[in-house]
């Protein structure tokens, strides 16, 4: 089992709509949590730290279930823009980071 | 400005021949790494270092080479040993706790000719 896990894509879906990506984690010392976006042929960015309570930014909300480790990333009112590939990343004193899901908005 | 460069963006590099990827980094974070990417997957760690004079083997070293004799530097030699070393390379740097985001790099793309 990898230590990060995500979601297979791509993700095809149409503008405006509510996709939501997946991430489950097998070490449960873990104690930072992040959704990085990376677009083609660029390096990835950090979209936005996750917080044990939950936290949202714009339209992204990224939540925490640590009893069942796994994360979370909600996009609301997708935009064209937002086509991209999103990784998670798990830390522990160390990134361990996921295979990221590719996620393709049509017009 | 504070940030993380790579360089050169393109290397070409004839089989056989070492070559050697720069990664510079100003933001005073301890930790630096070294991926690499294939078209459609995410990232292999190659190489990563906590603290100056030290670093660790990751997924894929075999091939590869690093030192950290400064703080601020984190440069990888691909070797003549690495079969397929045609590659998006990505450098990162972080603070050692891992609990804060890493900052990469713009990467070096690295064709084999």
């Known amino acids: 089992r990898k230590e990060v896990e995500q979601d297979p894509g791509p993700f095809n879906v149409p503008e405006g709509a509510t996709v939501a990506f997946n991430c489950t984690y097998s070490?449960?010392?873990?104690?930072?949590f992040f959704w990085y976006r990376q677009d083609c042929r660029k390096e990835p960015k950090l979209l936005m730290s996750?917080?044990?309570?939950?936290n949202e930014d714009g339209r992204f909300t990224a939540q925490l279930n640590r009893a069942s480790q796994y994360i979370s990333l909600l996009i609301r009112d997708s935009k064209l823009s937002d086509s991209a590939t999103y990784l998670c990343?798990?830390?522990?004193?160390?990134?361990?980071w996921g295979a990221g899901t590719k996620l393709i908005i049509k017009p | 400005d504070g940030g993380i460069t790579q360089s050169p963006k393109y290397l070409f590099r004839k089989e056989g021949q070492n070559v050697t990827l720069s990664c510079e980094q100003n933001?005073?974070?301890?930790?630096m790494y070294w991926y690499r990417q294939d078209p459609g997957q995410g990232l292999r760690l190659i190489y990563y270092?906590?603290?100056?004079?030290?670093?660790q083997k990751g997924d894929i070293a075999e091939g590869y080479s690093v030192s950290r004799e400064k703080k601020e530097s984190f440069p990888l030699t691909v070797t003549s040993a690495q079969k397929n070393p045609t590659a998006f390379y990505l450098c990162?740097?972080?603070?050692?706790?891992?609990?804060?985001?890493?900052?990469f790099g713009q990467g070096t793309r690295l064709t084999v000719v």
């Open positions: 933001l005073n974070h301890d930790a």
């Open positions: 996750v917080y044990s309570s939950g």
């Open positions: 070490n449960s010392a873990s104690q930072s």
């Open positions: 270092s906590q603290i100056v004079n030290d670093f």
């Open positions: 990162a740097s972080s603070d050692r706790t891992g609990r804060t985001e890493a900052f």
């Open positions: 990343v798990v830390s522990n004193y160390q990134l361990i």
